[in-house]
């Protein structure tokens, strides 16, 4: 079953705008994937966060995790129109060894479209 | 990291018949997943393949209908078997990164009529 579910569904924004995505999941993890989707092709990996972080930068990319509302948020700050993508969450559960601390479990996705 | 390449990118097949999606990374792994992605949603894990075992699957997923292959540490393969128009939507196949992380291929388009 589904983990995470992300809102909004759909963000449309102006390009240099900054774009938040909300992150939910359901049970306890290990840590917290964002990776992003362009229309049709596979999905790149943008940053990991682990259950004892509260907040991860890379670049223009912010991730905070709050495990005890078991939730967390990708914000991607001056959006380009290359920024146009799908992003979507994916947790490892808590406990998970061996393969299972492989096994990403996603979220439904944010569809990002960035006007130039 | 690792360059993951699937072939074919996409296909139009016939009910009934069957389609075996080949995966291939330019560097060894041990672990590779199969993930199955309907149009508009997220991603489904369908197995987990590791080189010298059977493949794992998932919930809802059989290996009479996704027989997976592994054969050594850069390949594999999943054939759908006797398509409906239920099974289009693009797989994807990944492999182990660094840190929990997975790398993905392109993945496969798949219309069936």
């Known amino acids: 079953s589904q983990q995470g579910e992300e809102d909004p569904q759909a963000l449309s924004i102006q390009e240099g705008e900054n774009a938040t995505m909300n992150c939910s999941y359901k049970?306890?993890?290990?840590?917290l994937q964002w990776y992003r989707q362009n229309s049709g092709r596979g999905l790149v990996h943008l940053i990991l966060i682990r259950s004892n972080e509260r907040e991860k930068h890379s670049g223009r990319l912010r991730v905070t995790l709050d495990t005890s509302k078991k939730s967390s948020s990708l914000l991607i700050t001056a959006s380009r129109a290359a920024d146009t993508a799908s992003y979507f969450c994916?947790?490892?559960?808590?406990?998970?060894?061996?393969?299972?601390?492989?096994?990403?479990?996603f979220g439904k996705g944010t569809k990002l479209s960035v006007i130039p | 990291s690792a360059v993951i390449s699937q072939k074919p990118s996409r296909d139009i097949c016939q009910r009934g018949t069957s389609l075996t999606i080949q995966c291939q990374v330019d560097?060894?792994?041990?672990?590779m997943f199969w993930y199955r992605q309907q149009p508009g949603q997220s991603l489904t894990l369908i197995a987990t393949a590791n080189q010298g075992s059977e493949a794992t699957y998932e919930s809802g997923f059989v290996i009479d209908k996704f027989p997976i292959s592994r054969p050594n540490l850069t390949f594999s393969t999943l054939t759908v078997s006797n398509m409906s128009p239920e099974d289009s939507s693009i797989y994807l196949c990944s492999a182990e990164g660094s840190q929990e992380t997975q790398y993905f291929g392109p993945g496969t388009r798949l219309l069936v009529l």
């Open positions: 049970t306890s993890i290990n840590n």
């Open positions: 994916a947790t490892v559960g808590h406990g998970d060894s061996g393969a299972g601390s492989y096994q990403l479990t």
């Open positions: 560097s060894q792994v041990t672990m």
